[in-house]
């Protein structure tokens, strides 16, 4: 009976999440990773050099805290992913380095010099970036562990969502 217990107690917290919004916020992700790139390596460049040498900088500054933000987003979502599938148990996808990475924040005053194009791709990556840290928070290791009815329906609908399992 033991064992039962403990199948229970080691069921990912990560089921939780589901297999749609982590495809949902990954498809986002890549769609802004795009956009960003396109951006900031194209028309941003003759945006930025129109700026004064302090928004010049910032503005490179600002580009890379975007391609940060969207790449921890990304990491993360694989992660989720993987343990959904199976290739990673939920206990290592709680991991601090398998955790959503720090990004730096943006300093407002700097943001408010830069073209409108560039504004809106870092407030893009920053509410992407808060959307899934929220998530992430909510998987925190020392968070409450899953009561044992709700581990057996999560299990449950990852099988399910595999085919029949049960014979």
Known sequence: ??????????????????PR?????????????D???TYFDKEGRAEQRALDPFARVGFACESLKVTTRIMHIVAWLLTQRAIESGELNGSDGRRPERRLGNANDSDPAVVAQLPPAARRLISASIDLY???????????????PLSPARALMGRLERDLGRGPALH
Request: avoid cysteine; proline fraction near 2%; charged fraction near 30%.
């Open 1 to 18: 009976m033991t064992g039962m217990s403990e199948d229970f107690d080691s069921a990912p917290a990560e089921s939780r999440i589901a």
């Open 21 to 33: 919004l982590v495809d949902s916020l990954y498809s986002e992700a890549l769609l802004l990773a």
């Open 35 to 37: 956009e960003a790139r």
């Open 130 to 144: 808060a959307r899934v840290r929220r998530l992430d928070q909510g998987q925190t290791a020392d968070s409450a």
